[in-house]
Nanobody, 123 residues
Framework: QVQLVESGGGLVQAGDSLRLSCAAN????????MAWFRQGPGKEREFVAA????????YYADSVKERFTISRDNDKNTVYLLMNSLKPEDTAVYYC????????????????WGQGTQVTVSS
């Protein structure tokens, strides 16, 4: 069982940066693949970024490549999402998720979810 708690959301202007954090409980954090998803108003929850356990390989949605960076600190049981050059279309609730599965861009793969943190980008 893994419990995830996101933080760091807020209201920013277009072009600003923001860093989200997701703290996990338990001693097995390093054994999970971790990801960020988001859900905008009236939209489906979509994949944003993922980081693989072990080798820390990263994967990104095309819409955030070159702007967002996912990272993890296994000593702190925390995964981060650094978001640069934010756009109004990045406005969404951002969710942290954990899985032992292998299809990292598919939300059905993920067993554990946080409660989400709101990110609002004004133009």
């Amino acid at each position: 069982q893994v419990q995830l708690v996101e933080s760091g959301g807020g209201l920013v202007q277009a072009g600003d940066s923001l860093r989200l954090s997701c703290a996990a409980n338990g001693r097995t954090f390093s054994s999970y693949n971790m990801a960020w998803f988001r859900q905008g108003p009236g939209k489906e929850r979509e994949f944003v970024a993922a980081i693989r356990r072990g080798d820390d390989s990263t994967y990104y949605a095309d819409s955030v490549k070159e702007r967002f960076t996912i990272s993890r600190d296994n000593d702190k049981n925390t995964v981060y999402l650094l978001m640069n050059s934010l756009k109004p279309e990045d406005t969404a609730v951002y969710y942290c998720a954990a899985t032992s599965g292998i299809f990292l861009m598919i939300k059905q793969t993920y067993n554990y979810w946080g409660q989400g943190t709101q990110v609002t980008v004004s133009s």
